[in-house]
């Protein structure tokens, strides 16, 4: 029973440490935590991830077959692909406290982690 205990916590910090290992993915997440469900152009992808030396069609791209699928399929987030619409998943709540973390030190962190 200890040994199952103990895998699914592995199991979560490995799914914790997939999904903020990319900085388009650390933005979208840490922009969820202030805005829940996102309904409008608030939260558009896009225009949440930091500017970046990349074409907005190569990142728009990126965000759309790989981030967004990526964080959905983890159910951390629901994405409708026809709505656009992006809000918390199932799995939110276990990845939100290192979120918060992120947010609230984002100043300490080094350049372009956020």
Do not use: C, F
């Amino acid at each position: 029973m200890r040994e199952d205990a103990s895998r699914m916590a592995e199991d979560t910090w490995e799914s914790l440490l997939t999904a903020i290992s990319d900085p388009y993915r650390r933005q979208l997440l840490v922009a969820l935590l202030d805005h829940n469900p996102q309904d409008d152009a608030d939260l558009d992808p896009l225009d949440v991830v930091a500017e970046t030396e990349r074409e907005s069609t190569v990142l728009e791209s990126e965000l759309v077959h790989n981030h967004l699928p990526k964080l959905d399929a983890m159910e951390i987030i629901r994405w409708d692909r026809d709505s656009g619409e992006i809000s918390t998943g199932p799995e939110w709540d276990e990845v939100a406290p290192i979120l918060e973390l992120i947010h609230d030190h984002r100043e300490d962190l080094p350049d372009g982690w956020l």
